[in-house]
C-alpha cells in the first residue's frame, strides 16, 4: 500500500503523523512511504530520517494527497486539505467531529473512508490511541494554567506551591479520567491543593486508593462543583465522552462567582469544550478573558512539545497504521472491531452514533458501511 503522511498546516501544530521509525516499519513491511518535505522537522526528525528508514520525500502536499491510498495526519484536515481527499482514499487521524459540522460534511461529501483516532478502542475499555495525547495534555495543563495565573498575564498573581508562610494555590480538576488524573499528579507534585471531582464512584476509590494524600476527590454534584470551583485558583476540565461533544459544566453565570483572575484550562476543547464560555485558541494567542476568568483553550496543546507528543502517538497507532496497510482497511476493521470503533465515515455516510446525535446526522452502522 502507498502510504501519504502530509506536513500539518494547523495553527503552530508541530507534531508529525508518522516518524521514522513508523516509517521503517511500514517500508520493511513491503508499503511505499510518501513524506511532504519538511514534515518532521517542528518533531526533530529532519528529511534525512526519513529517507534513511527508505521513505520517498515528496515536494508537496497535493501531491501526496494524489498519490497516497492512507493518508496519516495527527489533526483534523483543514479545508483545504478535506478538498484533497478523494474517493477510495483511507484518512487516519484525529477527526473531532462532534462539534465541527464543516469537517463532518467536507469528509461526507469526498467519498473517503475516514477513520478516527480519539474512538479507536481497546479490551478494556480504554481509547489507546487518545491516551498518549491525553496523558501530554493532563501533564501540561497546570504547567500552562500556572503560567496564566501570572499576574501579567491577567491571572490572579498566585504560585501554585505556595511558599514558607503562604498556602498553595487551589486547583479543581474536572474528570478523573486519564488526562485528569495526570493533571491532579503534576498539580500536586508543583505544590497545589488539588481536588479531583468525578461522577463515578469506582474511579474516586480507585483515585483515594492510588493516591491518598497527594490530591483529594468528591463526586461531581452541582453543589460541590459549584463550592470548589468558586474557591479555585484554577479549574482544569477535563471531561471526555468518547466522540461525542463535551458537557457544559460551567456556566457563564458561574464565572461571576470564581475568584477574580483564577484561570479555567478547558483540555476538552478539541470535543467542543467543557466550559459555556470557551472557544478554541491557539500556541500563538492562548488565552483571553471573560468576565475576569482568564480562559485557556488550545485546541492542540500537545503540540507545544512535538517530539514527546509525536514519538508517543507514534507508539500508540503503529500497530494500527500496519493492520490497515496490510490487511486492507476493511479487512482490518472486520477482524479488530476496536478498530471498527475508528470509523467514522465511509462512502458519504457517517458510520459513529455520538457525533450523529450531536450534530443530528442520520447514522449508518460501521457493519453496514463494510458492504458499501
Not at 490497515?324 to 458510520?351: I, Q, S, Y
Amino acid at each position: 500500500m502507498r502510504i501519504g503522511c502530509p506536513k500539518e498546516i494547523k495553527a503552530q501544530e508541530y507534531r508529525v503523523g508518522l516518524t521514522p521509525n513508523a516509517a521503517r516499519e511500514a517500508v520493511s513491511h513491503g508499503h511505499e512511504v510518501l513524506i511532504e518535505t519538511g514534515a518532521g522537522a517542528g518533531s526533530g526528525f529532519p528529511d534525512a530520517d526519513y529517507v534513511a528508514a527508505g521513505a520517498k520525500l515528496v515536494e508537496t502536499a497535493e501531491a501526496v494527497f494524489e498519490d497516497a491510498e492512507l493518508i496519516v495526519k495527527v489533526k483534523e484536515p483543514q479545508a483545504v486539505e478535506r478538498k484533497r481527499l478523494k474517493e477510495g482514499q483511507v484518512l487516519f487521524t484525529y477527526l473531532h467531529l462532534a462539534p465541527d459540522p464543516e469537517q463532518t460534511r467536507d469528509l461526507m461529501e469526498s467519498g473517503a473512508t475516514a477513520i478516527a483516532y480519539e474512538t479507536v478502542t481497546d479490551d478494556r475499555g480504554g481509547l489507546p490511541l487518545l491516551a498518549p495525547m491525553s496523558e501530554v495534555a493532563g501533564r501540561l495543563a497546570p504547567q500552562v494554567g500556572s503560567w496564566a495565573l501570572q499576574r501579567a498575564n491577567g491571572g490572579r498573581g498566585v504560585l501554585l506551591g505556595g511558599v514558607p508562610g503562604v498556602g498553595p494555590g487551589k486547583v479543581v480538576v474536572i474528570g478523573g479520567g486519564n488526562v485528569g488524573t495526570h493533571a491532579a499528579r503534576v498539580a500536586a507534585g508543583m505544590g497545589a491543593d488539588v481536588t479531583v471531582l468525578d461522577m463515578s464512584l469506582p474511579r474516586l476509590r480507585y483515585l483515594d486508593d492510588t493516591f491518598a494524600g497527594v490530591f483529594g476527590n468528591r463526586y461531581a454534584s452541582k453543589g460541590a462543583t459549584a463550592e470548589l470551583v468558586a474557591e479555585a485558583d484554577m479549574v482544569i476540565g477535563a471531561v471526555l465522552i468518547p466522540g461525542a461533544a463535551a458537557p457544559k459544566l460551567i456556566s457563564r453565570a458561574q464565572l461571576s462567582e470564581m475568584k477574580p483572575g483564577a484561570v479555567l484550562v478547558d483540555v476538552a476543547i478539541d470535543q467542543g469544550g467543557c466550559f459555556e464560555t470557551s472557544k478554541p485558541t491557539t500556541h500563538e494567542n492562548p488565552i483571553y478573558e471573560v468576565d475576569g476568568i482568564i480562559h485557556y483553550c488550545v485546541a492542540n496543546m500537545p503540540g507545544a512539545v512535538a517530539r514527546t507528543s509525536t514519538i508517543a502517538l507514534g507508539n500508540a497507532t503503529m500497530p494500527y497504521l500496519l493492520a490497515l496497510a496490510d490487511k486492507g482497511w476493511r479487512r482490518a476493521c472486520e477482524e479488530d472491531p476496536h478498530l471498527m470503533a475508528g470509523l467514522n465515515v465511509h462512502a458519504g455516510r457517517l458510520t459513529y452514533y455520538a457525533v450523529g446525535k450531536a450534530l443530528e446526522i442520520d447514522v449508518l452502522s460501521p457493519q453496514l458501511a463494510l458492504k458499501l
